[in-house]
């Protein structure tokens, strides 16, 4: 059963950077397909809401397990001990904070889109 818990890591890593690396040379596919135009108009504009829909979901939750993570490293390295209840408010704050900024660059994009003309 310990092999099992040392293996976990890699069993989980590298098949997430996989997914990762696939989604981004789809991502670049789709783009590259779009801009020569071998792509219709109707595919071409539910291809962009998709991925838009995708990125925005996918830059909140990076953001707030990077903090999270940034977080309980920076607790670790402290040379004294954190309380348990300490650790856990320290990343519901830093998890806060990365939400509040996520929501900032939301309303900022979206008030730089509806000014952009179409």
């Known amino acids: 059963m310990s092999n099992f818990w040392d293996m ?12 990762i690396v696939k989604w981004s040379l789809e991502y670049k596919l789709r783009f590259r397909l779009i801009e020569k ?3 219709d108009e109707k595919t071409k504009f539910l291809n962009l809401i998709t991925l838009g829909q995708f990125a925005s979901s996918s830059m909140k939750w990076g953001l707030v397990l990077t903090l999270v993570g940034l977080a309980i490293l920076i607790v670790q390295a402290l ?3 954190v309380e348990p209840e300490v650790i856990l408010g320290i990343i519901m704050v ?5 939400l509040l900024g996520y ?3 939301a309303e900022r994009a979206l008030k ?7």
């Not at 890699?10 to 997430?16: H, L």
């Not at 830093?94 to 990365?98: L, N, Y």
């Open 94 to 98: 830093v998890a806060g904070i990365a």
């Open 37 to 39: 135009g071998l792509i």
């Open 79 to 81: 040379p004294y001990r």
């Open 8 to 19: 976990l890591p890699v069993i989980i890593i590298f098949p997430t950077m996989a997914i």
């Open 103 to 105: 929501y900032g660059l």
């Open 112 to 118: 730089r889109r509806n000014q952009s003309p179409v």
